[in-house]
Structure formats: C-alpha cells, structure tokens
C-alpha cells in the first residue's frame, strides 16, 4: 500500500509539471516584444546656458545676439515668466531648456562688466621690462 501511495503521488507530480518543462516564452502566433516597447528610465532635462546682448524684448520671447567661434548669432527665447529690469542693449546670461524644438529660457540675469584694477604705474628712473643687474660671481 505505501508504495502504491508513493508511486500515484510520484506520476501525478511529473504529469503536473511536465507543460511547464516544455512551455515557450512566446506562444505560437504571437510576435516576439519589439525592443522597443522596453522600459527606458526617464531622462531628465538638459539645461544649457549661454550669454549674450539683449536685442529685443516681448512679454514672451526675448532675442539676443552672441558670438560663437568668431561668428555672431542671434538666439530667440520663448519666456516661462515676463522679465523685469532688463532694456535693449545688456549683456545677459541665459539658462534655458529644448521643448519642442524651441529655447525656453527659465533665467535671465543681467552680467555685470568685470572692472580690472588700476594698472600699476612704472617707478620713476627706470625702464620697463629691465631687471636691475646681478653682481658677478654670486646670486642674489
């Protein structure tokens, strides 16, 4: 009896999983998954930024003339909010975004000009570009 018991549980076990054994990913007439329909992560905005002379100003776009490899361009912006404080002629920095084939710019900021410090004036009673002299036979 107990091996009669063994032997039932044994055939129903190898009849149950025997499909699985054989199964393909795919059943026939499906096509396979075309790539794709894969998950890709989401990719996240790219901000680019560039700087140039405000040429002209809407409440929605803005244009401003820049120079790339020795070459001028003007660039045009549609706005996310109206500027404020901005006129015809500053130079600005620009932060913006691609959507939909346009520039988005999400920052403007007015550049302020570097001011270089005073240039040093030469000391009288001696010529530029000169070191004075060394004596022979020792550093100094």
């Known amino acids: ?4 018991a ?5 055939c129903l076990s190898v009849l149950l999983l025997s499909p699985c054994f054989g199964a393909d990913t795919n059943p026939p007439g499906l096509p396979a998954r075309p790539a794709a329909e894969k998950i890709v992560p989401a990719v996240k905005a790219m901000t680019m930024k560039t700087a140039g002379v405000l040429t002209e100003i809407t409440e929605q776009t803005i244009r401003i003339e820049r120079t790339f490899k020795d070459k001028k361009e003007i660039m045009e912006f549609s706005l996310e909010k109206p500027l404020e404080g901005l006129v015809v002629g500053d130079k600005v920095s620009v932060n913006y975004t691609e ?9 403007v900021a007015k550049m302020e000009e570097k001011k270089l410090p005073p240039r040093k004036t030469q000391a009288p009673g001696r010529a530029a570009g000169k070191l004075p002299s060394r004596e022979k036979g020792g550093r100094p």
């Open 1 to 4: 009896m107990r091996n009669s």
């Open 6 to 10: 063994c032997l039932t549980v044994l």
């Open 99 to 107: 959507k939909e084939g346009r520039h988005v710019a999400f920052k």
